[in-house]
């Protein structure tokens, strides 16, 4: 069993920028296959960004050039820095944990952006 807990979150004006961060539990975050996801009301949640065991990251392309997915593997924690947010960037952001058989999500920590 895994725990995610997210944070970081906030309001931000356009132009600005936010860190989220992402506390694991248990033994196992070094193995285990890291990524954000976003939300907005009504519509799926998408992708953001992903994470592998070796460090290897993938990016949505709304995201390309603004975003870094991060990981410390010793303090079991992901990061999405976030830079040059914009008024569409808000959302209900998800961390997301996946094994070879099993999906963890985080509570989600809602990002605003708005002057």
């Known amino acids: 069993q895994v725990q995610l807990v997210e944070s970081g979150g906030g309001l931000v004006q356009p132009g600005g920028s936010l860190r989220l961060s992402c506390a694991a539990s248990?033994?196992?975050?070094?193995?285990?296959?890291m990524a954000w996801y976003r939300q907005v009301p009504g519509k799926e949640r998408d992708l953001v960004a992903t994470?592998?065991?070796?460090?290897?990251?993938y990016y949505a392309d709304a995201m390309k050039g603004r975003f870094t997915i991060s990981r410390d593997n010793a303090k079991n924690t992901v990061y999405l820095q976030m830079n040059s947010l914009q008024p569409e960037d808000k959302a209900v952001y998800y961390c997301n944990a996946n094994t070879a058989l099993l999906r963890y999500w985080g509570q989600g920590t809602l990002v605003t952006v708005s002057s």
């Open positions: 248990g033994s196992i975050f070094k193995s285990l296959r």
């Open positions: 994470i592998t065991q070796g460090g290897s990251t």
